[in-house]
C-alpha cells in the first residue's frame, strides 16, 4: 500500500521556522521526484519546490526562493521541507508530491497534507 505521510505542519508566528517532513512508503522512493505544493483556502494548489530522484537538482517558487529548502534521504524514504522567515502569505495546506515516468507512463501519489497557518 503506497503512503505519503505528512508532519511537521502547526502554527508559527510570522519569521519563525517549520520543518515539514513526508515519510514515503509502498513504492520504492529512490526512482521518484519528490514535491511540496500548497495550496491555501479559495486558490488552487501550487508548487512550492521540487528535488530530483537522487537530489542533485532542485526547484523552487519565486515566492519561497532564500526561505525554503527542500532536501531528501532516500536511505529514509523521507522528503523536507525547511521552511524559514515564514510569512502569513504561506499559510496554506502543503502536500508531498510522488511522480515518476515508467515507459511512457506518469505514475504518481499525493499525501495527505499538513496544516502551516503563519500568523501572530
Known amino acids: 500500500q503506497v503512503q505519503l505521510v505528512e508532519s511537521g505542519g502547526g502554527l508559527v508566528k510570522p519569521g519563525g521556522s517549520l520543518r515539514l517532513s513526508c515519510a514515503a512508503s509502498?513504492?520504492?522512493?529512490?526512482?521518484?521526484?519528490m514535491s511540496w505544493y500548497c495550496q491555501a483556502p479559495g486558490k488552487e494548489r501550487e508548487l512550492v519546490a521540487a528535488?530530483?530522484?537522487?537530489?542533485?537538482?532542485?526547484n523552487y517558487a519565486d515566492s519561497v526562493k532564500g526561505r525554503f529548502t527542500i532536501s531528501r534521504d532516500n536511505a529514509k524514504n523521507t522528503v523536507f521541507l525547511q521552511m524559514n522567515n515564514l510569512k502569513p502569505e504561506d499559510t496554506a495546506v502543503y502536500y508531498c508530491?510522488?511522480?515518476?515516468?515508467?515507459?511512457?507512463?506518469?505514475?504518481?501519489?499525493w499525501g495527505q497534507g499538513t496544516q502551516v497557518t503563519v500568523s501572530s
Open positions: 528535488i530530483s530522484s537522487v537530489g542533485g537538482s532542485t
Open positions: 509502498g513504492f520504492t522512493f529512490s526512482d521518484y521526484a
Open positions: 508530491y510522488a511522480v515518476k515516468t515508467d515507459e511512457g507512463a506518469v505514475v504518481t501519489y
